[in-house]
């Protein structure tokens, strides 16, 4: 699930990732990884320039549980033409590793 989030005041991008890492925690458990850096006061929390951090590539924001089926990330990311995203993301370890062998079997 990507969302396009540039558009978004930042509180209301910030309530959307931790109403998303809240329900994820509750189901999952704590997180493998949880990151939340903002890097300075030019791009920091309540400076206006959040979005511009996470373009910038100043701020971080990024969680990830394992399970026994996988991995669950949550991530703010930027891409090149500086489109900021909320990211949710499911990786089957059984379909990867089908889809891995697939790959070396057509070597």
């Known amino acids: 699930v990507i969302n396009d989030v540039t558009t978004l005041p930042w509180k209301s991008l910030k309530a959307r990732y931790?109403?998303?890492?809240?329900?994820?925690?509750?189901?999952?458990?704590?997180?493998?990884?949880?990151?939340?850096?903002?890097?300075?006061?030019f791009?920091?929390?309540?400076?206006?320039?959040?979005?511009?951090?996470?373009?910038?590539g100043k701020n971080d924001y990024t969680c990830a549980w394992v399970t026994d089926t996988g991995v669950i990330g949550l991530i703010i990311m930027a891409v090149n033409d500086g489109t900021v995203f909320l990211t949710l993301w499911y990786e089957d370890s059984l379909n990867t590793?089908?889809?891995?062998?697939?790959?070396?079997?057509?070597?």
Do not use: C, H, W
């Open 97 to 107: 590793q089908v889809s891995a062998q697939a790959a070396y079997d057509d070597l």
């Open 43 to 56: 791009y920091g929390d309540g400076s206006g320039n959040e979005l511009l951090g996470f373009q910038m």
């Open 18 to 41: 931790d109403n998303l890492e809240t329900g994820l925690t509750k189901k999952y458990g704590t997180p493998v990884t949880n990151i939340k850096q903002m890097n300075d006061r």
